[in-house]
Each structure stands twice: as structure tokens, then as C-alpha cells.
T-cell receptor, first 115, second 114 residues
Framework: GENVEQHPSTLSVQEGDSAVIKCTYS??????FPWYKQELGKRPQLIID?????GEKKDQRIAVTLNKTAKHFSLHITETQPEDSAVYFCAASPGGGTSGSRLTFGEGTQLTVNP | DGGITQSPKYLFRKEGQNVTLSCEQNLNHDAMYWYRQDPGQGLRLIYYSQIVNDFQKGDIAEGYSVSREKKESFPLTVTSAQKNPTAFYLC?????????????FGPGTRLTVL
């Protein structure tokens, strides 16, 4: 089955700096890679996703890059703000077949943005 | 916060008792999922169902059971066979076709075994 590794487990940055979180996956059949943000005591919410037919996707201060050959993808947050503080999870999915849309999650990164 | 709901928010159970967690969605999604979240361990898949009356084991199914009798509902039973049931349980749902497979999460149930 799929295995997703996420690094670092904790990340502390100063407000205005950039933050980068990296994930690797094992199953070459995976073709969908979402990132979820979970604020303390709340449910995870999708912030950005990428499919294997593109190498990069941006949405305002957030971007995700994908390297299929190396089987890794990264989340980039620029101009960080205190409200970006949360746990971020990466995930991978085969997007079809018998496994359907099941996701395998990384272990999460606790991002802290210091004012 | 409509769409997918879980109840109760907090649940306390004595050792040796079975307990059922509720998950309901009105998004007309075919697929539903149960995850367990422990500190520092991310979300681990317990069971998932892509269609009514069918479900598959996830990565940590031992000690849990599910049913999918209706499209809108996917209850999870934590049995006495689950050795460490204290955790935060999240339910999610999604469509299964068309490439857009975002999972929408419920607010979660925190289960504590006394």
C-alpha cells in the first residue's frame, strides 16, 4: 500500500517569512495530492491540491510543487501570518480503481508563526 | 458547518463496552470514511465505503465495525476488542468520480475510555 512521509514534524517561523513542508510517497500509481490545514480543535480543511499532470499550482500565498520522478511534493507558504499557525497534512491518493478515492495521510507538521 | 455531521462531540465509555459513533452527510456523496487521529500520528484510515451496502477495511480496522445501509449514514462501532480506543475520530465524505475527490470532514468525536 501507499506510504506517505512528511517533514518536518514541527516548524517555527517569524511572521513574514516563508514556510516549506515536504512529503514523499511510495506508490507510483498515486495521482492526486491534497494538503489539509487543521486548526486547533477543528476539522481538517482542504487548502490546495495538485494532480499528477501538473508540476506546480499556486493560490495566493500558497503553492504546491510535485516531482513525480522523485515521488515528492511540497507545500510553500509565503509571507506567513499568525493565522497560518496550524497542523498541515499532506496526502496521496490513487484516484481510482479498487481503492477509489481513499487518501493516505502524512503524520502532519505543526506550523507556528511567531509575531 | 453543515454538510457532514458527527455526534456526539464527546463520548465517554467504560472498558469492555461497545460504543457507536454517528456520521451523517447531506452532500449526496457516494464515499464515506472513518479516520482515527492520535497526537503526532496524523490521520489513519479505519474503514471506508464507496457505495451503499459495501465497505472496505482501512489500515487499522481491528476492533472496529461499520455499516452502510443508507447513502447518508456511515456509523462506526468501537468494540471492546479495540485495545486503545481513546482518540479523536473523524468522519469524511467525497464523490468518487470525475477527478475531484476532495474529502470533506465532520467536526469529529472525541472518545475517552474510563
Amino acid at each position: 500500500g501507499e506510504n506517505v512521509e512528511q517533514h518536518p514534524s514541527t516548524l517555527s517561523v517569524q511572521e513574514g517569512d516563508s514556510a516549506v513542508i515536504k512529503c514523499t510517497y511510495s506508490d507510483s500509481a498515486s495521482n492526486y495530492f491534497p494538503w489539509y490545514k487543521q486548526e486547533l480543535g477543528k476539522r481538517p480543511q482542504l487548502i490546495i491540491d495538485i494532480r499528477s499532470n501538473v508540476g506546480e499550482k499556486k493560490d495566493q500565498r500558497i503553492a504546491v510543487t510535485l516531482n513525480k520522478t522523485a515521488k515528492h511534493f511540497s507545500l510553500h507558504i509565503t509571507e506567513t501570518q499568525p493565522e497560518d499557525s496550524a497542523v498541515y497534512f499532506c496526502a496521496a491518493s490513487p484516484g481510482g480503481g479498487t481503492s477509489g478515492s481513499r487518501l493516505t495521510f502524512g503524520e502532519g507538521t505543526q506550523l507556528t508563526v511567531n509575531p | 458547518d453543515g454538510g457532514i455531521t458527527q455526534s456526539p462531540k464527546y463520548l465517554f465509555r467504560k472498558e469492555g463496552q461497545n460504543v457507536t459513533l454517528s456520521c451523517e452527510q447531506n452532500l449526496n456523496h457516494d464515499a464515506m470514511y472513518w479516520y482515527r487521529q492520535d497526537p503526532g500520528q496524523g490521520l489513519r484510515l479505519i474503514y471506508y465505503s464507496q457505495i451503499v451496502n459495501d465497505f472496505q477495511k482501512g489500515d487499522i480496522a481491528e476492533g472496529y465495525s461499520v455499516s452502510r445501509e443508507k447513502k447518508e449514514s456511515f456509523p462506526l462501532t468501537v468494540t471492546s476488542a479495540q485495545k486503545n480506543p481513546t482518540a479523536f475520530y473523524l468522519c469524511a465524505s467525497s464523490i468518487t468520480s470525475g477527478g475531484a475527490i476532495e474529502q470533506f470532514f465532520g467536526p469529529g468525536t472525541r472518545l475517552t475510555v474510563l
